[in-house]
């Protein structure tokens, strides 16, 4: 089984925040034997969003 993890926040992106909640479900999807197949971050835009999404 794989997954994609998305974060949503600019304040991501510049740096504002370190996105601690990815590394942490990398590391449990991990341990229950799911590979984390793709990591992305997208800045708050609807259609960004969206293309993340599809």
Known sequence: ???E???FG?????????DTDAA???QKLSQ?????YN???VG????RA???LN
């Open 1 to 3: 089984m794989t997954a």
């Open 44 to 47: 708050d835009n609807l259609e």
């Open 10 to 18: 600019t304040e991501l992106l510049l740096g504002q925040i370190v």
């Open 5 to 7: 993890i998305i974060s």
């Open 32 to 36: 229950c034997g799911v590979s984390v």
């Open 24 to 26: 942490y479900l990398a």
């Open 50 to 52: 969206t293309a993340a």
């Open 39 to 41: 990591r992305a971050t």
